[in-house]
């Protein structure tokens, strides 16, 4: 499983309903609904990940999040999960409120843009980073809201978004002091868990 | 028929006939004393009966879903391109059964059958069947086949109807359920096309109260408008364009009646080969059981609520441009049974093939289903080792 979300993982609690939007090939659901007793739903838009969901018996369903989440009523599940995706969406700050509006709680994962190696490449070469991990150009790039460890905290802050947990991982998922120490810098994978 | 059998085709089928003589009583409050189910089947139905597949037809199908029933036939079944040896609904894995509804034309008990009481058709006087109805007789039939629960029920549009009712009035009796371009109920539009449709056959001089059989002739104009409406409305805008666009009869506009444009000559030849083969009377009751249909009206119009009771896992699908059946009525049934916990997946279509394309071989449609069947096969073969 992807790094992260073997962290999400150890996070979810037994038996609750969950909402992973964006679930992909529904890696974390199948290992959630199987191991956790979970009971849970993705949303996905591409068709051979939903595809994929429909051959493993994940419950799937085809929605576009960039068209609203008005079908979900409020509070209607215990766990909203957003891995690797905030980034994509047109207002993440909105989502973010549909999210904790569905959800009694939340975890967000997303690729810290503030890592010094995007800071080292956008300082010296002066061009937008490009590596192993964000692979694209900036004109096709489905990224189109980075933000870093602290942008996410503030807007936490403004909101009066409660941070639960947090956790700053590299690539390779080291939990490293120094990771936790200076997360705005050397974390390649922001991890929070928030609620109202 | 093609020269030879495709190796993916269910090959030559023979209907079957089931009778009834208990009596089975109707939404309407009518009574059905007896009568008789026709019926095919495709595939082997397993030691402990647990691979069966019913699919359930839409507005004007009928039992004859796949192969053919002779060398002569030029056309397969109407689901042909889903139901065979290896394609989605596989025969090597599955018993399929499908019926002609009650009240339909094609071999079922019908306006078309003779009314044991009076000793003539029974046209217009046959009582209106409700999907409840045929839902019921179909547990009937799968009591007749031993088939104590089916592995999956599967249907389109009014089909999809019917399968929503096994997995509220039948739990016990359905483990999946294919739901495909159907909607919780119909729309007013949709209810309103269905009553153009009738009036245009009722007011057609030989519909004569619909007892026309007696006079010995057929409302072939009303019954084919009605047909030419309805298959408008089963197109999208966009196909209808691509398959014929203005493209012309004739090299100049005529600056008459006659037909002009390629899509009038369409239209007029669907209709009126639509009449050799379906009846008026069961044309007109089958758009009612169509408006008729409205589970969520039992829970104080909370499909949530109504659909409580279900237990199966579901699929449902819907396509793009589809206007009759949209898919925002298909996402109306997967919130509901989200909301009501149920284990749902949903498949949205890209298609321009409008509510028809249910009935063709859309690649991403067809593998969807074969996924999903494919996880059934899976779960028999575990419960029967």
Redesign the interface.
């Known amino acids: 499983m992807r790094s992260d979300l073997d962290i999400i993982n150890d996070w979810i609690q037994e038996d609750s309903?969950v909402l992973d939007l964006g679930c992909g090939n529904g890696e974390l659901l199948q290992h959630i609904i199987g191991q956790k007793n979970v009971?849970g739903?993705g949303i996905e838009i591409d068709?051979d990940d939903?595809?994929?969901?429909?051959?493993?018996?994940?419950?799937?369903?085809?929605?576009n999040i960039d068209d609203g989440l008005q079908?979900?009523?409020d509070q209607?599940f215990d766990l909203v999960v957003m891995t690797h995706a905030l980034q994509q969406f047109r207002r993440p700050d909105l989502l973010l409120d549909e999210m904790l509006r569905i959800g009694k709680e939340c975890i967000i994962t997303f690729p810290n843009f503030g890592h010094w190696r995007n800071r080292l490449h956008l300082g010296l070469k002066g061009r937008m980073p490009v590596s192993e991990f964000l692979p694209y150009n900036w004109y096709d790039t489905p990224n189109i809201h980075f933000c870093t460890f602290i942008d996410f905290t503030r807007l936490c802050e403004e909101k009066s978004i409660n941070i639960k947990r947090w956790a700053a991982v590299d690539g390779q998922l080291r939990d490293h002091w120094w990771i936790r120490a200076f997360p705005n810098v050397m974390s390649e994978t922001a991890i929070f868990y928030v609620s109202r | 028929m093609p020269d030879t059998i495709p190796a993916d085709s269910v090959g030559i089928v023979t209907p079957n006939v089931a009778a009834f003589d208990s009596p089975l009583v109707l939404t309407g409050k009518q009574t059905l004393k007896q009568y008789e189910l026709v019926y095919e089947t495709y595939g082997e139905l397993n030691s402990d009966a647990s691979n069966a597949i019913l699919i359930c037809h839409a507005l004007s199908g009928d039992h004859h879903a796949a192969g053919y029933h002779s060398a002569e036939d030029k056309k397969p079944g109407w689901w042909d391109a889903a139901i065979g040896p290896g394609k989605p609904i596989d025969t090597n894995r599955f018993f399929v059964v499908c019926l002609n509804n009650l009240g339909g034309c094609c071999g079922s008990t019908g306006p078309t059958s003779i009314n044991p009481e009076t000793n003539e058709e029974w046209g217009a006087d046959f009582p209106i069947v409700t999907v409840t109805d045929w839902v019921v007789s179909q547990a009937r039939l799968a009591d007749y086949l031993n088939i104590s629960t089916w592995s999956a029920v599967v249907g389109g549009s009014l089909g999809g109807m019917q399968v929503l009712e096994w997995s509220i009035r039948f739990p016990e009796r359905i483990k999946n359920a294919v739901i495909v371009a159907s909607a919780p109920n119909l729309s007013t539009q949709n209810i309103a096309f269905n009553e153009v449709a009738r009036q245009s056959i009722g007011r057609d001089p030989e519909f004569h109260d619909g007892h026309y059989a007696a006079k010995e002739t057929i409302p072939v104009n009303g019954l084919g408008l009605a047909r030419m409406l309805g298959h408008i409305t089963y197109l999208s805008d966009d196909s209808m364009g691509k398959k014929f666009g203005r493209t012309m009869r004739h090299e100049e506009y005529q600056y008459n009646y006659d037909i002009d444009f390629e899509v009038e000559s369409y239209l007029r030849y669907q209709g009126e080969a639509f009449t050799r083969r379906f009846d008026a009377n069961t044309y007109r009751l089958m758009t009612k059981a169509l408006d008729y249909f409205d589970p969520a009206a039992a829970t104080d119009n909370d499909l949530t609520k109504a659909l409580e009771p279900a237990q199966c896992e579901f699929l449902l699908v819907s396509f793009t441009t589809d206007w009759r059946f949209s898919p925002a009525r298909s996402e109306e049934i997967v919130d509901a049974l989200v909301a009501a916990g149920k284990h749902v997946s949903y498949a949205k279509i890209d298609s321009n093939k409008g509510h028809d394309a249910f009935l063709f071989p859309i690649p991403r449609y067809m593998s969807a289903l074969r996924g999903f069947l494919n996880r059934v096969h899976q779960n028999i073969e575990k419960e029967s080792n």
């Open positions: 309903k009971r739903y068709a939903i595809n994929l969901c429909i051959e493993k018996g994940i419950p799937v369903i085809d929605q079908n979900f009523g209607s």
